[in-house]
């Protein structure tokens, strides 16, 4: 066969093949369509999220300078509106207020020294880097003396929730703080003013409280109450200042310059210095903080699962100390030894616990069976006084009974047997008018022209003190009436005691 015979293919061969290259073709232009389709998705997407986040455009670095700068000084109307506000925030704290407390956060113009400081080291203004520390100190110390004053000369001054609430930072007062910083520094970026996120902000990050916590543990003398506030407050303060610088090198805010740049050099290594100075404890302070959260978070687990569970074991008191890694757990009654053994085991489960020292105090004189014997006693002088209680008050009943029996006498001896009963008129005063707090009530003779004589019948009231005198007259007027209606006379004159 020849080779121009090899590759003759009949109409119907020719066709399939056709086909087939069309449909590759096809395939191979689907293909193409759904990666361009693809890549169109991605980039809309792209786009999407950057006009959704990306703030740079909407930035007025001029007036947000210009802005920040302004709120640093604190002298004259700024310094009361300080004063005024710690002095809000201390009763709110004093009275337990959350809604009084937020309330002083609002006017508090604490957050201009904070982002003074985070601005200067940015664009390496040490000028405005030196004013704000200074203001930020007067800030301190006139808010300290201001809460000191009020707790140490205000007659109530208590621990409350909202006190005790900011002693102990944790991880979440870390993230309040830097996040809280991060919205306050974008809403002073951008063109115009976020007075509702600025306020949320001074609600967030909390700068007063502290501050007011502080005073309180120096007015007590209660020094771990002002080291814990006063750590919180610093921990506040330079997370506000790092997402300030951040924002701001984010932001690319234009250096300050200097005329002399060998001073230019000076300055921006001072600054350099100081941001790191700033960034070192804030790292510290966050990696700490976040491992004290972590031994919190594992020991409260570890008692409630290893121990509130456990019927046998009656925990009195618990205690962690972070520094000697000891915890120490006191139980009233006998723990045995396989108790403690299995205490042990079960702390290995726990990941911030395992280096701990667990320290058990029991004790062992009351055991289960003295504990049941005390228990016997006690029930037993329970029903010896139980029996002397039905004894005095059948006594007290029969007083009761005898006092009624001879107030009966007497009234039945100084009155006609027409007269109304004094007992009843008093029970029937004291319950139509509560308010009273004593009657009595008599005939009385009079004489107007000293010759002719009147009988005249004359209630004695005293009212409880709280009511004002335009009631006391509407309910003596009411007695009135309601007397002579009782005793069946014209005249009753009330005589007030």
């Known amino acids: 066969m020849s080779d121009e015979n090899k590759f003759n293919f009949s109409e119907e061969e020719n066709s399939q093949i056709t086909n087939e290259m069309n449909k590759e073709a096809a395939v191979e232009e689907k293909k193409e369509a759904v990666k361009k389709d693809a890549q169109g998705l991605f980039v809309s997407i792209k786009t999407f999220l950057s006009e959704l986040l990306d703030f740079r455009e909407d930035t007025d670095r001029d007036a947000t300078i210009t802005a920040i700068k302004a709120d640093i000084p604190f002298k004259g109307a700024t310094a009361w509106i300080l004063v005024c506000s710690i002095f809000v925030a201390s009763i709110g704290l004093n009275a337990n207020s959350t809604a009084v407390v937020i309330g002083a956060m609002l006017i508090s113009p604490l957050m201009g020294p904070i982002l003074g400081v985070g601005l200067s080291i940015a ?15 007067t800030m301190i110390v006139l808010s300290l003396l201001t809460a000191f004053l009020f707790f140490w000369l205000f007659p109530l001054s208590e621990e409350t929730s909202e006190l005790l609430g900011r ?15 991060l919205a306050l520094i974008i809403a002073r970026t951008k063109r115009g003013t976020i007075a509702s996120v600025i306020f949320g902000v001074a609600i967030a990050t909390a700068l007063m409280p502290p501050l007011c916590t502080a ?5 007590e003398g209660n020094w771990a109450y002002f080291g814990g506030a006063m750590y919180l407050f610093t921990i506040n ?5 790092l997402a300030t610088f951040l924002v701001l ?22 600054a350099t210095i100081v941001a790191i100075i700033v960034m070192i404890p804030a790292i510290w302070t966050f990696l700490t903080v976040l491992q004290e959260s972590k031994y919190e978070r594992d020991f409260k687990n570890y008692v409630e699962n290893e121990i509130d569970t456990n019927p046998n074991l009656w925990l009195q008191r618990k205690d962690i100390n972070k520094d000697t890694k000891k915890i120490s757990f006191y139980f009233n009654g006998d723990v045995s030894d396989e108790m403690i053994s299995d205490l042990q085991n079960e702390k290995k489960n726990y990941e911030n616990l395992q280096d701990f020292e667990l320290v058990i105090n029991a004790n062992k004189t009351r055991s289960a069976d003295r504990l049941t014997e005390s228990l016997d ?3 037993a002088d329970l029903d010896r006084k139980d029996n002397v209680i039905d004894g005095l008050q059948k006594q007290i009943t029969e007083l009761e009974t005898n006092i009624s029996n001879l107030n009966k006498l007497i009234e039945s001896k100084n009155t006609n047997q027409n007269a109304v009963s004094f007992s009843s008129l008093s029970r029937d005063a004291k319950v139509r008018f509560n308010d009273l707090e004593y009657f009595g009530y008599a005939k009385m003779l009079e004489s107007k022209d000293f010759i002719n004589i009147d009988t005249v019948t004359v209630a004695n009231v005293r009212w409880k003190v ?30 007030r005691n």
């Not at 805010?253 to 001072?270: D, G, H, V």
């Open 167 to 181: 002693t102990r930072p944790d991880i979440r007062d870390v993230l309040i703080a830097f996040f809280g910083g």
């Open 377 to 379: 006693r006690a029930y």
């Open 466 to 495: 709280k009511l004002s005198d335009s009631l006391v007259l509407i309910k003596e007027r009411d007695l009135q009436k309601w007397l002579k209606n009782e005793l069946k006379v014209d005249t009753v004159f009330i005589k």
């Open 215 to 219: 005073g309180y543990g120096l007015a």
């Open 249 to 270: 090198k984010i932001l690319r805010f234009p250096m300050l310059k200097y005329a002399n740049s060998a001073k230019r050099k000076r300055i921006s290594r001072i």
């Open 123 to 137: 664009i390496n203004d040490i000028d405005t880097l030196r004013k704000s520390l200074i203001n930020l100190m």
């Open 237 to 241: 303060t330079i997370f506000i200042a």
